[in-house]
């Protein structure tokens, strides 16, 4: 029969009591016949600055870009926004439930300096202003405001009846409701992220 699991832990803990130097030198010799890649861990700043390309006016975030055209950064295990953590490292600390909005409309810019605070709502106002987005309100096929899509999302009515309202098909009022449809826009009004 097979030796048990336990017993051959047993006869290591015996072997180790009784040959401590022995057990030192070869776990010594593995680690030297292995030996394991470790990476320096940079501080944060400067990892942050070894992806940002300083320009004339803008730093460009020549890191990852999302969909949006936003800079993300790793920070503590998390991606976060670039243009965020540039805020809260060379400015002050962000605090919790606000943005950080572009002065310069370049989503991808990271200069501490063209950067501001503001409310989600500003957040979404600023975006919509600026006619960045083509979700929604302002793609070729949408027949609704994004008023109008807060209302739906908010409904608890029939569906059917107020499809009829917007004039919109059925499907498009559930879908808003469940969120597979204008989720970005909500998100952006209802203080999602960016
Ligand atoms: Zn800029």
Known sequence: MAESRESIKRRHRIYKERYPERVKE??????????VERKERRPD??????????????WTWKGWIDGWG???FRYRGRMMFAHRFSYMTYREPVPDGLCVLHRC??????NPAHLFLGT?????????????HTFGEKSKRSKLTLDQVMEIRRSTGNQRLLAEKYG???TTVSEIRNGRSWSRAIALATGGTP
């Open 168 to 170: 919109i098909r059925q």
């Open 105 to 110: 409309d370049n989503p991808a810019c990271v």
């Open 45 to 58: 700043a400067e990892r942050f600055l070894s992806k940002v390309d300083k320009g004339e006016s803008c």
């Open 120 to 132: 989600q709502g500003d957040n979404a106002k600023d975006k919509m202003a600026k006619n960045r």
């Open 70 to 72: 936003y800079g993300k």
């Open 26 to 35: 070869s776990n010594r010799k593995y680690r030297e016949a292995h030996p």
